[in-house]
């Protein structure tokens, strides 16, 4: 399971650091429920964009799930797979023809899915219904967010992104300090990577989503690379989020048998 967790190891990379504080209190403002369904200030450049973005991303996902039952029935997870995966995602920014990109894009989907393909092998051998609870809640998750980066001001979470960055280095840090240190700090470290990871990729959908619609407002309306972030967002909430679930199962478990005894 520790494999899923190695997600977050290229996200902090892969997402620049954004300053500046916006100089309000996020919960001191009334929640605007006659706001919640409109998308009145999104420009309809920036909607069709959006549509563009999400479109791709669902491809990405099916790719995903693709990769998922390919490992399921062959096994081909490995380090192979893990190293083309990163292969593909830096070569996005070196290929300029659309359809191309479109093809790496889907690519990296379909390794994705093939490398969760050993986590999602180990949890539904034991509780398949851990793994649809998953995606269940991940889909929830991501959908709420999404919606609240959309209704919410222009520019309101950018700040997010420095955070973001800042928290993303110390999971880093504490994870090359525990491999440095022989693993004898897992048993914590593990739990504040898990749980600080999966707060840090949804406050990354918020970011994510905000960050689009501002670079489809300035004109930069990359949607294949748009996808990708939020696919990686995506598929790191659900790593996280299905590992806790398996863990709380196998807690549970445990619990009922001691008590038996």
């Known amino acids: 399971s520790d494999r899923g ?13 954004h300053g500046g504080f916006p100089g309000m209190n996020h919960f001191s403002r009334p929640l605007n429920w006659n706001a919640l369904g409109k998308f009145d200030s999104l420009t309809p450049q920036v909607q069709r964009h959006l549509q563009k973005v999400y ?3 669902s491809g990405g996902l099916l790719a995903a799930t693709l990769g998922a039952y390919v490992d399921h029935k062959f096994h081909v997870a490995g380090m192979a797979s893990q190293l083309s995966f990163f292969a593909a995602v830096i070569g996005l920014t ?30 539904a051998f034991h509780r398949p219904d851990l793994v649809i609870t998953a995606l269940t809640g991940t889909a929830m998750i991501f959908v709420s967010f999404s919606a ?28 090359m300090l525990n491999f440095f240190m022989g693993g004898t700090l897992s048993a914590g470290l593990f739990a504040v990577e898990l749980y600080g990871g999966l707060a840090i990729f949804m406050s990354y959908i918020i ?15 990359d949607f294949v690379a748009h996808a990708m972030e939020l696919l990686i967002d995506f598929v790191g909430v659900f790593v996280r ?12 478990s445990e619990d009922e048998r001691n008590r038996r005894r």
């Open 94 to 123: 070196f290929v300029a023809d659309m359809y191309n990109r479109l093809a790496i894009f889907h690519a990296a989907g379909l390794l994705m899915g093939i490398n969760l393909g050993p986590l999602l092998a180990q949890v």
């Open 207 to 221: 970011f994510d989503t905000q960050m689009i619609i501002e670079d489809a407002h300035t004109g930069r309306k």
């Open 148 to 175: 609240a980066a959309l209704v919410a001001k222009r520019r309101h979470f950018l700040y997010l992104g420095g955070i973001l960055a800042s928290a993303i280095s110390v999971l880093c840090t504490l994870r």
């Open 241 to 252: 989020l299905l590992i806790i679930l398996q863990r709380n199962a196998q807690k549970k």
């Open 55 to 57: 479109a791709t991303l």
């Open 5 to 17: 967790m190695s997600y977050h190891s290229y996200h902090g990379g892969y997402h620049g650091g």
